[in-house]
Nanobody, 122 residues
Framework: QVQLVESGGGLVQAGGSLRLSCAASERTFRSYAMGWFRQAPGKEREFVAAISWGGGSTYYADSVKDRFAISRDNAKSTVYLQMNSLKPEDTAVYYC???????????????WGQGTQVTVSS
């Protein structure tokens, strides 16, 4: 069982930046691919970014490409999401998740954090 805890959310003005962190309890963290997803009110949870277990491969939704960057530190069992040039439409609860292989679909992930709220004001 992998427990994931997100942090770093908050309120930011459009054009600003935030860095989300997701700390994992499991020492085998480096065995898992990691992903970030988000869910806005009244909408389905959607893929944001994913990173392979070794960090060598990353994937992004078109809506965040060139603005967001996913990274991981396996020594700290932590995955990050650097979010730049934030827009009001980025407002959502952001979740990190762990999967045995790198995926971009919600269904492919076995473990989820509780989420952290990101609000971007215009």
């Amino acid at each position: 069982q992998v427990q994931l805890v997100e942090s770093g959310g908050g309120l930011v003005q459009a054009g600003g930046s935030l860095r989300l962190s997701c700390a994992a309890s499991e020492r085998t963290f480096r065995s898992y691919a990691m992903g970030w997803f988000r869910q806005a009110p009244g909408k389905e949870r959607e893929f944001v970014a994913a990173i392979s277990w070794g960090g060598g491969s990353t994937y992004y939704a078109d809506s965040v490409k060139d603005r967001f960057a996913i990274s991981r530190d396996n020594a700290k069992s932590t995955v990050y999401l650097q979010m730049n040039s934030l827009k009001p439409e980025d407002t959502a609860v952001y979740y990190c998740a762990a999967a045995p292989v790198t995926r971009t679909q919600v269904a492919g992930y076995d473990y989820w954090g509780q989420g952290t709220q990101v609000t971007v004001s215009s």
